[in-house]
């Protein structure tokens, strides 16, 4: 399967079991049951005489019967919630034995998906590449604190300097499920003089809890360096990675052991000691990740250098950004950071971090990070730490990125997210042009059964549904009591032009009909699931946010009430009184 078609088959829309049969995913055996035998009865074919009706219900019919089928037994049930219809579909299910468990049968199917992913990545490259440029910009602002300048020099000095560049790729070649080899290669400039190396490793996994890798790397006088890596409890793991490097002054050697241990659900605890060439030091730190907030302690004793480091993270996940600061402090100095990490799309993250340290001074490092490819642009700002510095290297990341993000990120998004909706709906087309029809077919099923539950409903004051519509809707002012729909009697039929006095597209559908079938004892709900797999409704507006409106009578007085596609609803529970009462 080439790349097309993997992306082609993450957008297309699969069945819903649970919304077809508008039941929860918890739903018990027993509510499963109910929900099949209510719809049965409005699509059983030998309920319907009609030729062209009798062939619309049997393929309805048919449909519910799968899903009651697959929901009511526990193994295939546990197969869709963990995988969906594709689980179902997977080459070798056939082997699993029905005496198995639902948790035994799901991990079975989950083996199965895991082994045709391995065979896609056999055919696959992981590239991972860190390209950075570090900038000195000292002289941008120093120049103008000169005292005296020379304006008859015909010497111009860019004051801003690219001092360090770096680049790095590395490249994964499956071999077969446990063997891979890994190609990775280092270019850099410092200082007008370059350096380079090539490394070669091969990892093979000995089991679900260990492995080792052997590299070989050339450079600055071949290397060589084993790693090995072993769970050693379930919370417990450990690494042991010693090396050797020949120079032209001998040879080196040196080694890195770590122990890790897991403290709690959210913290771990770390212990790492190096030794061996000019670095040797023994760190511990403890590490603390919520979906709020990440916090890190370290603590290091070493030569040349000793330190104490604290860093906190606070994760604003409904903006898809993070908040940083840090702090670090030691034999070298001292040094304070602060920055924010934001999400602007699907496979792109930007940060900005400005960083404030004793002897290094003020510096703003950038960062990009596209898929597997990491851009890293640190500035040096100053080699003092003066205010007027720390403010520009903070202010003006901010004032690029909102002008960036207007004129060019938010365009290309905008059209970005056209061109996928445009391609969900060309793959999801004849899936939609076939919904469709399923669900006129449905609703004209549903005639009978709507007017006896509306006339019941009427009858003893219950809930009865005035008008109802789904799709793309833009809610403008309260529906007055002379709204379109608003009375007893506003039966509607394809659909109103305007819902609380405002226009709407044409992507939206009645839904009245359907939504008074699923009415019982004068109640009405919807679970948390896209309505557009319920029985009678479909998708008009694929790709698009999409509402569910809905204007009802309950003891003869008059809702309203309005979610968007995926909340739940329960009326009367939720409404909103248009005005006290209606003479029935």
């Known amino acids: 399967m080439d790349d097309d078609d993997y992306d082609e088959e993450s957008v297309i829309i699969e069945e819903d079991y649970y919304t077809l049969l508008n039941v929860s995913r918890t739903a018990t055996p027993e509510e ?9 009865r409005l699509y059983h074919p030998d309920k319907h005489t009609d030729v062209s009706k009798k062939h619309d219900a049997e393929i309805l019919f048919n449909k519910t019967k799968k899903a009651h089928e697959i929901l009511s037994d526990e193994h295939k049930r546990a197969i869709y919630d963990s995988l969906g219809v594709k689980g179902l579909e997977t080459e070798g299910w056939e082997i699993v034995q029905r005496s198995k468990t639902p948790q035994e049968i799901r991990e079975e199917y989950e083996r199965l998906a895991r082994r045709r992913d391995e065979r896609r990545l056999q055919q696959r490259t992981n590239p991972k590449g ?21 304006a008859y020099s015909p010497m111009v000095v860019w004051p801003i300097e690219v001092k360090d560049l770096s680049i790095s790729q590395s490249i994964e070649a499956p071999l077969t499920l446990r063997d891979t080899l890994t190609l990775h290669g280092n ?25 080792i890798e052997l590299d070989l790397s050339c450079g600055n006088g071949p290397a060589i360096t084993f790693k090995a890596f072993r769970s050693l409890t379930k919370s417990i793991f450990g690494t042991f990675v010693p090396h050797l490097q020949f120079t032209n002054q001998g040879i080196s050697a040196g080694a890195e052991t770590s122990l890790a241990m897991k403290v709690s659900d959210h913290t771990m605890g770390y212990v790492v000691w190096r030794a061996g060439g000019s670095n040797s030091s023994m760190s511990t730190s403890v590490a603390r990740d919520t979906d709020r907030s ?64 004793v002897p290094t001074g003020v510096s703003l490092k950038l960062k990009l990070v596209r898929a597997s490819q990491t851009y890293f642009f640190p500035i040096h700002v100053c080699e ?35 061109r996928d909706k445009e391609r969900q709906r060309q793959v999801n087309k004849k899936r939609m042009a076939e919904r469709r029809r399923e ?37 403008g002012q309260e529906a007055g009591p002379g709204g379109e729909g608003a009375g007893p009697s506003g039966e509607g039929g394809a659909g109103p032009s305007r819902v609380g006095g405002a226009e709407h597209s044409e992507e939206i559908i009645d839904v009245r009909i359907p939504l008074q079938c699923l009415v019982k004892n004068s109640k009405l709900v919807l679970h948390d699931t896209s309505k557009s797999q319920l029985p009678g409704f479909f998708d008009p507006c694929v790709g698009e946010d999409k509402s569910l409106f809905v204007q009802y ?17 329960m009326i009367p529970k939720h409404c909103k009184p248009l005005f006290h009462s209606i003479v029935a």
């Open 187 to 211: 270019i850099s400039t410092l200082n007008h003089s370059g350096s380079g190396s090539f490394t070669v490793g091969a990892k093979r996994l000995l089991s679900d809890t260990s492995w």
């Open 384 to 418: 003092e730490i003066v205010p007027s510095h720390v403010f520009y290297a903070t202010v003006t990341p901010l004032f690029v990125y909102v002008m960036v993000k207007r004129l060019v990120v938010d365009p290309m998004m905008a059209e970005q997210h056209k």
């Open 553 to 569: 009578l309950f003891h003869n007085h008059l809702h309203e009430v309005t979610v968007s596609d995926k909340d739940p609803l």
């Open 294 to 357: 990440h916090f890190g302690l370290t603590l290091q004793l070493g030569i040349p250098h000793s330190f104490a480091s604290l860093n906190y993270t606070h994760k604003l996940k409904e903006r898809e950004m993070k908040l940083k600061t840090s702090a670090k402090a030691g034999t070298f100095g001292a040094l304070f950071e602060y920055g924010v990490e934001k999400k602007v799309s699907e496979q792109s993250t930007i940060s900005a971090m400005v960083s404030v340290g």
């Open 439 to 475: 669900a006129e077919a449905a609703v004209k099923l549903m005639a009978e059964t709507f007017s006896r539950i509306r006339s019941d409903e009427e009858q003893k004051r219950g809930l009865v549904v005035v008008k109802a519509i789904y799709g793309r809707i833009v809610i």
């Open 130 to 150: 860190v390209f950075t440029v570090s900038v000195n910009a000292t002289e941008l602002f120093s120049q103008y604190e000169d005292d005296y300048i020379d």
């Open 32 to 40: 499963i049951s109910n929900a099949y035998r209510r719809l049965s």
